[in-house]
């Protein structure tokens, strides 16, 4: 069954810095798995499967919530077979109210939900780099982005909703912030 994702996206010089740091991993080291399954770097909010996408997009139309800086707290990565790279956020009050207000009034909808949704595991991430990385490699990868270790900050400015399958994300609903 199809996976849906409800994520956030964001604008600023730090989604260009992003969006470069996929560009240089492609070109100069071939990893390439997450640009070339996602249209753009998001934060997912809650994922799985959904029996019914217009209840979830009718929620989301009708959320109100105002744009808000986000800061970045640098690059992480999670030890798994082979290694996940991410740029980490920090969990201000802003973002907080938005994960429970989305979370709460969707996750109800989602059967077989992610695990990682639930508010007691949920990590503010961007995935930069998976599934092509290896532990022999994490050292070249970390210093070809090693500009994304810095404090820098985003504007969270819209919710995504996004379908997920064996080829990739397509997103499908995009809601402004106000």
């Keep these: 069954m199809k996976q849906y994702a409800i994520a956030l996206a964001f604008k600023g ?19 390439n798995a997450i640009p070339s399954l996602s249209p753009r770097p998001h934060i997912t909010i809650n994922a799985g499967e959904l029996n019914n996408t217009e209840k979830i997009i009718k929620i989301l139309k009708k959320i109100k919530f105002k744009k808000f800086k986000l800061t970045s707290l640098g690059i992480g990565i999670f030890a798994k077979k082979e290694p996940i790279v991410y740029l980490r956020w920090e969990q ?20 077989n939900k ?13 995935t ?43 997103f499908l609903n995009e809601f402004d912030l106000k």
């Design 13 to 31: 010089k730090l989604l260009k810095e992003l969006l470069n740091a996929w560009h240089i991993l492609d070109k100069e080291m071939k990893i």
């Design 128 to 170: 930069i780099a998976m599934k092509d990385t290896k532990y022999s490699n994490l050292e070249l990868i970390l210093k070809k982005i090693n500009f994304l270790s810095g404090l820098n900050y985003a504007i969270i400015d819209s919710i995504i909703f996004i379908s997920c399958d064996e080829n990739g994300e397509t």
């Design 114 to 126: 992610n695990r990682f949704s639930s508010p007691a595991f949920w990590i503010p991430k961007t």
């Design 92 to 111: 201000n009050n802003n973002l907080k109210k938005l994960f429970n207000l989305v979370h709460n009034k969707t996750s109800k909808l989602y059967k």
